[in-house]
Nanobody, 121 residues
Framework: QVQLIESGGGLVQAGDSLRLSCAAS????????MGWFRQAPGKEREFVAA?????YNSDSVKGRFTISRDNAKNTVYLQMNSLKPEDTAVYYC?????????????????WGQGTQVTVSS
């Protein structure tokens, strides 16, 4: 069992930056692919970025968001720059066994509770 705890969300203005963190329990963190998803009110959960044997970002955040991980700290990060109001959502961290990255939420085995990001215009 893997527990994921997100942090770093908040209220910012358009153009600002935020860094989300996701701390994972367990001693096999390096063997998991990690992903970030987000869900805005009234919308479906959507893929943002993932890291494993490769990294992959959605087109909507490419060039603005960067996913990274520190296996020594069991932590995955999402650096978000040039934030836009449409980035407003609850951001979720997810983990899946194996290092192949997927963009589909159903492929992930564990989820955090989410952290709210609100970008004002």
């Amino acid at each position: 069992q893997v527990q994921l705890i997100e942090s770093g969300g908040g209220l910012v203005q358009a153009g600002d930056s935020l860094r989300l963190s996701c701390a994972a329990s367990g001693r096999t963190f390096s063997t998991y692919a990690m992903g970030w998803f987000r869900q805005a009110p009234g919308k479906e959960r959507e893929f943002v970025a993932a890291i494993g044997d490769s990294t992959y970002n959605s087109d909507s955040v490419k060039g603005r968001f960067t996913i990274s991980r520190d296996n020594a700290k069991n932590t995955v990060y999402l650096q978000m720059n040039s934030l836009k109001p449409e980035d407003t959502a609850v951001y979720y961290c997810a983990a899946r066994r194996g290092i192949v990255v997927f963009t589909v939420s159903g492929e992930y085995d564990y989820w955090g509770q989410g952290t709210q990001v609100t970008v004002s215009s």
